[in-house]
T-cell receptor
């Protein structure tokens, strides 16, 4: 019973390139959350998605960042024209239904380094 | 305004001793959930313990227990019989609306 799978674990991009981070939620989970962790910081909420729907993107930067969770396949966090400040660990988490009684199960994170 | 506050950036405890990590939070909800997550050097986020606000009884999980003071909006984590494997960042978290909000974390060192 695989947990939340994130790939790549490490990604290096040059300024101006695009970064794509993928997340496959736990089996049976239909709710996906993306968080960003800067060095020595806590996790900052970015976006909450259900299949084919963005429920809450209040934590997403207004430009260059987008997320999707298609009917088939993993959730994708896409960062266009990356800058050095985008260097961080990006964590995906999933839950069986909305929060409340349910807890988040986290993936191992994807570390993005922008040169 | 910060929703979840962890006022101790770092703490140290002798192996086998007990340590308490502090957390305060702010919410206007009456029913909510609080969590402590552990992040070891591997960076994997691991749920340590969960507290439901409508339950007065403090949650416990083996060597981990909480002191939940709803009126004071305080949610501290007590680790008994500390072990070397407990060394990690510990994050207090609150679910608000449809997302979980994290504090900035406390780095716990275990001294052998």
């Amino acid at each position: 019973n695989a947990g939340v799978m994130q790939n790549p674990r490490h990604l290096v991009r040059r300024r101006g390139q695009e970064a794509r981070l993928r997340c496959s939620p736990m089996k049976g989970h239909s709710h996906v959350y993306w968080y960003r962790q800067l060095p020595e910081e806590g996790l900052k909420f970015m976006v909450y998605l259900q299949k084919e729907n963005i429920i809450d993107e209040s934590g997403m930067p207004k430009e260059r960042f987008s997320a999707e969770f298609p009917k088939e396949g993993p959730s994708i966090l896409r960062i266009q024209q990356v800058v050095r400040g985008d260097s961080a660990a990006y964590f995906c988490a999933s839950s069986q239904s909305g929060l409340g009684a349910n807890v988040l199960t986290f993936g191992a994170g994807s570390r993005l380094t922008v040169l | 305004a910060q929703t979840v506050t962890q006022s101790q950036p770092e703490m140290s405890v002798q192996e086998a001793e007990t340590v308490t990590l502090s957390c305060t939070y702010d919410t206007s909800e009456s029913d909510y959930y609080l969590f402590w997550y552990k992040q070891p050097p591997s960076r994997q986020m691991i749920l340590v313990i969960r507290q439901e606000a409508y339950k007065q009884q403090n949650a416990t999980e083996n060597r981990f227990s909480v002191n939940f003071q709803k009126a004071a909006k305080s949610f501290s984590l007590k680790i008994s019989d500390s072990q070397l494997g407990d060394a990690a960042m510990y994050f207090c978290a609150l679910n608000r609306d449809d997302k979980i909000i994290f504090g900035k974390g406390t780095r716990l060192h275990i001294l052998p």
